[in-house]
Nanobody, 123 residues
Framework: VQLQASGGGLVQPGGSLRLSCAAS????????IGWFRQAPGKEREGVSC???????VYADSAKGRFTISRDNFENTVYLQMDSLKPEDTAVYYC??????????????????WGQGTQVTVSS
């Protein structure tokens, strides 16, 4: 099982980025995928999650600005981030959700993690 996060970079406030999470070694159709982020000196926090069926959930900080989607044919989950703010600066991770977990925004609900991609929002 592998998850490869990519698409991070440096962007100005108000800009956009699209993160990708490429999955391999398992059938993506059967799993939910979450995005987390960790800023320097802060705990890792859940950003968004998409279920097997395509239902989505977002942290309050991401609502209205971020959009999660999945392409099972391409084995990839995306996180479109618009109207980025300096406080969005963090390393972003994607992770595979364990089946039957009830809480989407805690690390223990996930079993495999990607390596992270850095997002920096600065002028």
């Amino acid at each position: 099982v592998q998850l490869q996060a990519s698409g991070g970079g440096l962007v100005q406030p108000g800009g956009s980025l699209r993160l990708s999470c490429a999955a391999s070694g398992f059938t993506l159709d059967y799993y939910g995928i979450g995005w987390f982020r960790q800023a320097p000196g802060k705990e890792r926090e859940g950003v968004s999650c998409i279920s097997r069926s395509g239902s989505t959930v977002y942290a309050d900080s991401a609502k209205g600005r971020f959009t999660i989607s999945r392409d099972n044919f391409e084995n990839t989950v995306y996180l479109q981030m618009d109207s980025l703010k300096p406080e969005d600066t963090a390393v972003y991770y994607c992770a595979r959700r364990r089946p039957w977990t009830t809480t989407w925004d805690v690390s223990r609900s996930y079993d495999y993690w990607g390596q992270g991609t850095q997002v920096t929002v600065s002028s």
